[in-house]
């Protein structure tokens, strides 16, 4: 079966001044449709960089990017906001929350962009999804670091995308709320959401069905998670 | 476009979220749109006022007054048919205006009306003024010789005795304007009382009912003389001005080139530019008066006007602050699939909104302070639909001016660098 993302020999490189930084040196790698797959390493590994690339948010120098079997590498910037859009959802360490307006107002943010009226119905199930029923009303500042991340989550769920991408999701919470999102993340999983998690937390890759070391802009090692 | 409603919802929201701030940031603009609003409404309030007190002249007279050119006659301030400012500023108890063009023979030629179907009547007006005594103080007052058919022209009638007639011409008889009378003699009548002007003798015949006042004549401070007898009194031998009735209010052009042709006749004057009289007509005085007062609101309007870019630049700091401060919105806004486009819309939009509820404001304001400018002023200022309608296209435009740099910085963040940002 086609894997829903398929990286080959990818490299990333920044100049920086005089000197050139490589940041990705020749990424190979698949992620099968429905997998929950963690990416590690220490910071200035490059897998904030890898995370952007298959976000979309950033293009490699040189290598290829298959996403969904469609070739994204140097798509238009239009059709990658397109594409973040529809197909990936977004969860990060700092969550990003709209501290001004509501837990439903956070939730439907994606929906701004898709040509269609906001759909609270769907945004109401997704809410209810992550625990958050009873603080729909409730504004981004008046929230837990938790109930902040369910409601990123929710977020990055709405438009049902295809793959979900979490950069270092529990970075910013104690261990119990950790794992209660890690659940959170598992059971959109097994819904069937594609997720890409990166942490540099052993304990919380470990919760992953496959985890993916990154050292120095390469991948060092391959492993099976140990949940199951 | 859904996705553009969905965008205008955010934009709203954002600026709801922060509204002391929405309420600060647009201060200048209304201001500025205040300023317009009143000062556009005051000048053509001013505008409608003058030209109402003209419309009092009667739109059926004409004045004929010596020069050659109508501006010069307007600056004499001869237009109404009496040079009485003109003359009190000289000082002199009786000043003469040397000079005229405009002789007896000319009253004759225009009165021979039935060479004239247009002109109904026609009087000859020498102005000066002269100084009673009321009360024991001295006080200057507006002395009008007159022929006759002053009195009809300006529809004057007599309260007490009886107008000036032919056979007043040679005598030293005098009808006093309403207020004069009161001044004098309290509500008594006076008729066959004498009076000294200048030395002279003279005897009341008749008090003038109270008048209108027009906007360059009080008839009710007026003294009225025979003409023939003012012109003795000054030493000259020619008319001040001559008031020109048609015989309709249609007839106020015909009448101007009947009067124009018969005194180029009379002065044997070939070329109609060497005239050395001009007839003024009310609508003339409409015209000149409305130039005068479009120039002046203009040159006003102006200067408020600067204040709206004064203000566009502010709308312009505060949106640059507040790019800045929505670094990680935008990136997050990025992230889940806004365009540079949409990122630019919306906060465009943002800054329009501003600036249109700025100006809803200033329209409202600019009303109070016409208002409150109007009391002042003693007349209403009239604010057009079409002043509201340029204040609104003006303030939309300042909005999309100077919200477009801090649009643009904002569309242009890279949302890898904006959702590290801070």
């Keep these: 079966m086609q894997p829903l993302i398929e990286l080959l020999q990818v490299t990333k490189t920044y100049q920086s ?28 590994s490059g897998k904030s960089t890898l995370m952007h690339i298959l976000g979309l948010l950033d293009t490699p120098t040189a290598g290829t990017y298959l996403l969904n079997g469609q070739d994204v590498t140097r798509i238009s910037k239009g059709r990658q906001a397109e594409m973040r859009n529809r197909e990936i959802g977004f969860v990060f360490q700092q969550f990003n929350l709209l501290p001004r307006a509501t837990v439903l107002e956070n939730v439907l943010l994606p929906t701004v962009y898709d040509n269609a009226p906001p759909p609270v119905a769907r945004a109401r199930e997704v809410i ?9 009303r409730h504004k981004g500042n008046q929230l837990s670091g938790g109930q902040m991340q369910r409601v990123a989550i929710a977020r990055a769920l709405i438009m049902g995308p295809a793959l979900l991408l979490a950069d270092e999701p529990t970075g910013n919470l104690d261990s119990v709320t950790s794992l209660e999102i890690m659940e959170l993340f598992r059971m959109a999983n097994r819904r069937g959401t594609t997720v890409v998690l990166i942490t540099h937390e052993p304990d919380i890759a470990r919760l992953a069905d496959r985890t993916v070391e990154l050292r120095d802009g390469r991948i060092t090692h391959r492993a099976r998670g140990g949940r199951r | 476009m859904r996705k553009m409603a969905n965008i205008a919802t955010q934009a709203a929201q954002a600026l709801l979220a922060n509204k002391g701030r929405a309420l600060l940031t647009i201060l200048g603009i209304v201001i500025g749109i205040a300023s317009v609003i009143a000062l556009l409404g005051i000048g053509q309030g001013a505008s409608n006022s003058i030209t109402g007190r003209i419309a009092t002249l009667g739109n059926s007279t004409l004045t004929v007054v010596p020069g050659g050119s109508a501006a010069a006659g307007l600056e004499g301030g001869g237009g109404g048919g009496g040079q009485a400012d003109q ?13 005229s ?16 179907p247009s002109i109904r009547a026609v009087a000859g007006v020498v102005s000066a003024s002269t100084i009673l005594e009321i009360h024991g103080h001295q006080q200057r007052v507006p002395l009008t010789g007159v022929t006759p058919a002053y009195f009809s022209i300006y529809g004057l009638k007599a309260q007490h005795g009886r107008l000036l007639g032919d056979e007043d011409a040679k005598e030293k008889r005098l009808v006093l304007g309403s207020q004069v009378a009161a001044d004098l003699y309290g509500g008594d009548d006076p008729t066959g009382r004498q009076i000294k002007v200048e030395g002279q003798e003279f005897t009341i015949v008749g008090v003038l009912a109270a008048s209108e006042e027009s906007a360059f004549r009080n008839p009710n401070d007026q003294l009225y003389i025979p003409a023939a007898v003012a012109m003795e009194r000054l030493g000259i031998k020619n008319y001040g001005s ?41 609508q003339d005085l409409v015209a000149v008066t409305q130039q005068v007062a479009g120039t002046l609101t203009a040159l006003l309007t102006s200067i408020a006007a600067i204040s709206l870019v004064v203000g566009g630049i502010g709308i312009m700091n505060i949106m640059l602050v507040s790019v800045t401060e929505r670094t990680r919105e935008i990136g997050l806004r990025k992230a889940v699939g806004a365009k540079t486009r949409d990122i630019l819309f919306q906060f465009l939009l943002e800054a329009v909104i501003l600036t249109l509820a700025g100006s809803a404001l200033g329209i409202l304001l600019g009303f109070g302070v016409g208002d409150l400018a109007g009391t002042l002023l003693g007349f209403p200022p009239v604010i057009t639909p ?25 569309a242009r963040l890279n949302p890898i660098d904006a959702l590290r940002y801070g």
């Design chain 1, 17 to 44: 001044g005089p000197e050139k930084l490589q940041a990705l040196k020749g990424i190979d790698l698949a992620v099968a449709r429905g997998e929950f797959v963690a990416i590690t390493g220490p910071s200035g």
């Design chain 1, 128 to 136: 209810e999804m992550v625990g958050l029923g009873d603080h729909i």
């Design chain 2, 87 to 99: 003359n009190s500023s000289s000082g002199m108890p009786f000043t003469s205006m040397a000079g």
């Design chain 2, 101 to 116: 063009s405009l002789s007896e023979k000319d009253l004759a030629e225009l009165q021979a009306t039935e060479r004239h």
């Design chain 2, 242 to 282: 001559l008031v020109v009735q048609a015989a309709g209010d249609g007839q106020v052009g015909l009448a101007a080139a009947e009067a124009r042709t018969t005194l180029l006749e009379t002065h044997a004057i070939a070329d109609p530019k060497l005239a050395d009289f001009s007839i003024l007509s009310p």
């Design chain 2, 386 to 410: 079409r002043a509201i309608a340029l204040a609104i296209v003006v303030a939309a435009a300042v909005g999309l001016v100077f919200g477009l740099y801090p649009a643009a910085k904002a």
